[in-house]
């Protein structure tokens, strides 16, 4: 070992990394909790205990150090993405056993942090919602449009004793799901949009709590922690494959800003797709990773059986990600255009 | 002043750390008491040494020739008698002392007669010549020996370009140099380009050279030349960095400037090539920056040879808790093994470490993909797949993501948030690869030899037989045996026997020497080819795990 370079960047490190993307959620998190209710923060901090106690039983398994895999902050972002991803007020073995699959098999099974083929957050939300239905899509209900909202010690409750209140009174399907209820039943698409859960644009409250993450993303490209490359690929393959579905058939298909501020296209663009560890790394191949993955994200919503495609289009393009950037790997300074490193 | 800048990728923009060593004037160390020269201070062979201990040397005498074309001259740095040649401590990054010729000095400073080189009526054949023995070799820090680059090549030479940019921090010693010295670089650059025959010469200076600049573009003057700012981006002094800046122009992988029509020397190349022309001094000294955690960090003008403490006390001193030197910049030094070490020809800057100034690197973290390494990068490399290659040992992959294009310059460590050595397993990768195809090429060669040994005994029994056979049957028909003479058909008959036999051997010639061999040969030999199968399995087993 030579030992140089001597001097590194300062207040670089993996913790404060996920710090600063934990920092950009927050306006997307207050947002949530002002239209949505307090019950955000039951799951969010139920969650985060859950990462950092299943993280410690891997590395106990794993037999690795503790410290430096539990300081590096990203079992807390995982938690963070996967708390806004499962509706609030859910039972407690829901959060568990989403997490479970996000840290103990995404994770360490996959040999730990930066080893993982699958983002973990989305492995997790993938197993509840193929696993439990109908908890997945009772959302809380935005809290002008509720006949009741829990306060904070109800939703503790709720999460963890359950209540003798039925789930009517505080949860209401999403409006992807409105909208795909309202689409199989045979009606068009506008009549999904004028119920009072479609607020302005895409969902009571969600479309703000998804411009906010918005403003979070842009914080985070801003400080060089992703590049543009991702969101505006996967915004662009959102838009682009939701305005040719509309175009072909526009009494059953939104169009294109109701599906960017729908669901969780927002919160994939910046925050889940960009995952480093399992996205593409390079340019072009971001570009086709997150492109398709917007495709699909709308091929889904519009024919597949569940309500959103962010996590499967995600999941789907993880598989593909080793593939695409050993093919667009950049030219190399000082070698010719169109060189390749696959073989 | 400042002709166009074009853009390059990646590179960053640590700390400069230049005020700390900027300010005062160079200072010329005094005569030391003992000088330790090492016949290796430039890239390629070392110099042959010509002087024995007991041997007295005057000031400039060559003690150390050129050895094979890539090699450069060593010259007493000043008069009095040779106490050893023994191998002492030197700067590299290997720590291994190596060969160097010990001189302690007589206080005289007498030194052999140095006469002028009419550089401009001498046709550059003859100049280059006179060159290669005044031991001159790049300074920037490859210290490839200069003559060489100054020989005419294949490709004629359009630009030289001089390179002031001193991109690492902490180092001053070229700002310095240019600061008071430009017409004497200039001259020196003039004398490049004269040799060279090229048309122009381009100065690049990085923009927190303010005064270098001014300096340097008032000597530009009188020549075809003119000074560049560049922005200060590490590594911009990487030759074909600067050649991009300057030119526009990317270096192909593999090649160097040259072969696109550009040379590049450091701006005190040219400082010594002019000394070597005008006053035919050969390179005998240089000037280091003595900075970092030491009483009054500056720029001295030594001698080869000096012994690095004592550059380091006209520095001031080093301060409390220091914890090591650095030998050149921080972003592509290496430390410094013993204080004892001589200054060399590549030795630009030896920093005093402390823990405030260089804290101790953080424990690595795993590798999250997260590609900054791949925006620092100035060769425009995915670092953190050359990383992930040259850790599982699969160096076919790194070389076919370019490992070799990797300047080392330091960026993708220095940005990595996980804070892992990258520069350090792509020197080991390439090592790796380095060795395997060494130890390839010999297998080659030892092939090869055994192949043409079986030839040369299969041809050697051949021959015998021939001749043998020849023989009998040359004795057969000059015999003129009586056919009722029993003894002689029976010789006859034991002759034709033999001839069949040589016929027969010649027939069977075999390329191997595999025919009849014993029991436990055959044994031995499948032996060793289960052991060769068994051990080739594992090594598939193992590269496929």
């Not at chain 1, 560890?277 to 091929?299: D, E, H, M, S, W």
């Not at chain 2, 995915?382 to 300047?407: G, T, V």
Request: charged letters at 20%.
């Amino acid at each position: 070992m030579i030992g140089s370079p001597f001097i590194l960047k300062e207040h670089n490190t993996v913790l404060f990394t996920m710090i600063k993307v934990m920092a950009a959620l927050i306006p997307g998190t207050l947002a949530y909790a002002w239209f949505f209710g307090p019950g955000i923060w039951i799951s969010l901090i139920w969650c985060g205990l859950l990462g950092i106690g299943f993280e410690a039983l891997a590395l106990l398994i794993r037999g690795r150090p503790m410290k430096p895999a539990l300081s590096d902050g990203s079992v807390l972002l995982t938690a963070w993405l996967l708390a806004l991803s499962v509706p609030t007020l859910a039972p407690w073995w829901l959060y568990l056993t989403g997490m479970f699959f996000a840290v103990v098999v995404a994770k360490h099974l996959y040999g730990g942090l930066g080893q993982n083929l699958f983002n973990p957050a989305m492995v997790g939300y993938c197993v509840l919602i193929v696993s439990f239905p109908v908890y997945m899509t009772q959302w809380a209900a935005p809290v002008t449009l509720a006949t009741y909202v829990p306060n904070l010690a109800d939703a503790f409750n709720l999460v963890f004793i359950g209540g003798n209140i039925t789930p009517d009174a505080y949860t209401s399907a999403t409006v992807l799901d409105t909208v795909k209820t309202v689409v199989r039943g045979g009606h068009t698409v506008t009549d999904a949009l004028v119920q009072p859960i479609h607020g302005l644009i895409a969902g009571k409250g969600m479309e703000l709590v998804a411009v906010m993450y918005l403003f979070g993303g842009i914080f985070l490209i801003v400080n060089r922690l992703v590049t543009w490359h991702i969101p505006v690929a996967f915004l662009a393959g959102i838009a682009l494959t939701a305005g040719a579905l509309q175009m072909l058939d526009p009494t059953h298909n939104a169009g294109p800003l109701f599906h960017l501020l729908a669901g969780g296209s927002m919160l994939g663009a910046f925050f889940i797709a960009t995952d480093p560890v399992t996205a593409c790394t390079t340019p072009r191949g971001k570009l086709i990773f997150a492109g398709a993955a917007g495709f699909l994200t709308v091929i889904i919503r519009t024919f597949g059986g569940y309500p959103d495609g962010v996590a499967f289009s995600i999941l789907i393009m993880n598989c593909a990600a080793p593939f695409i950037d050993a093919y667009t790997q950049p030219r190399v300074f000082g070698h010719a255009q169109g060189g390749k490193a696959a073989k | 002043m400042s002709g166009r800048v074009y853009p390059i990728p990646g590179g960053l923009h640590p700390a400069e750390h230049k005020i700390e060593s900027s300010a005062a004037p160079i200072l010329t160390a005094p005569l030391s008491e003992r000088y330790v020269v090492p016949l290796r201070q430039h890239i390629g062979q070392p110099a042959r040494v010509l002087v024995h201990a007991g041997d007295t040397v005057l000031k400039g005498q060559m003690i150390g020739t050129p050895d094979g074309r890539i090699s450069a001259a060593v010259h007493a740095p000043t008069s009095g008698r040779v106490v050893a040649v023994e191998p002492r401590p030197v700067p590299h990054p290997s720590g291994l002392p190596d060969l160097c010729v010990v001189i302690e000095s007589d206080g005289q400073d007498a030194a052999v007669e140095m006469r002028p080189i009419a550089w401009r009526d001498m046709p550059p054949g003859e100049l280059h010549k006179r060159l290669s023995r005044m031991g001159l070799a790049g300074q920037g820090g490859a210290v490839f020996p200069s003559h060489v680059k100054l020989a005419p090549g294949a490709t004629p030479i359009e630009t030289l370009i001089l390179n002031g940019a001193e991109c690492e921090p902490w180092i001053t010693c070229d700002d310095r140099l240019m600061r008071e010295r430009a017409e004497a670089v200039m001259l020196g650059a003039e004398i490049m380009r004269h040799t060279l025959g090229a048309k122009r010469i381009l100065v690049g200076i990085e923009d927190n050279k303010p005064e270098a600049a001014q300096a340097m573009a008032a000597a530009c003057t009188p020549y075809q030349a003119e000074v560049v700012v560049v922005p200060t981006r590490y590594p911009s002094g990487g030759a074909k960095q600067l050649t991009q800046l300057l030119t526009g122009l990317e270096t192909p992988s593999g090649k160097l400037s040259p072969d696109i029509g550009i040379q590049v020397f450091n701006v005190a190349t040219a400082y010594a090539l002019q000394r070597a022309v005008e006053l035919g001094e050969p390179m005998l000294s240089r000037v280091v920056t003595i900075t970092g955690h030491v009483r009054e960090p500056r720029n001295i003008e030594a001698r080869l040879g000096t012994p690095i403490e004592e550059l380091i006390r006209l520095a001031g001193g080093e301060l409390d808790h220091a914890t090591g030197q650095i030998v050149g910049g921080p972003m592509m030094g290496f430390d410094l093994q013993d204080t004892a070490s001589p200054l060399i020809k590549s030795v630009n800057c030896i920093i005093t470490k402390s823990d405030a100034l260089f804290p101790p690197h953080p424990l690595p973290m795993p590798c999250i993909r997260c590609g900054q390494c791949a925006l620092a990068c100035p060769a425009q490399l995915q670092p953190f797949e050359l990383y992930w290659h040259a850790k599982s040992k699969n160096f076919d992959r790194a070389r076919a993501y370019k490992l070799f294009d990797c300047i080392e310059c330091g960026c993708c460590s220095h940005v990595c948030p996980s804070h892992i050595p990258l520069v350090d397993y792509y020197r080991f990768a390439k090592s790796e690869i380095a060795a395997a195809d060494r130890a390839k090429q010999a297998a080659e060669i030892a092939r090869e030899r055994h192949e043409f040994q079986m030839f040369r005994q299969e041809r050697e029994k051949q021959e015998k037989a021939e001749r043998l056979g020849k023989k009998a049957s040359e004795r057969l028909e000059t015999g003129a045996v009586a056919a009722d003479d029993p003894e002689a058909a029976r010789k006859k008959a034991i002759l034709e026997a033999a001839i069949e036999r040589a016929k027969q051997a010649k027939e069977n010639v075999q390329p191997k020497n595999t025919e009849n061999l014993a029991a436990e040969q055959l044994r031995q030999i499948d032996e060793i080819e289960a052991r060769r199968q068994a051990a080739e399995d594992r090594q598939d087993a193992e590269r496929q795990a």
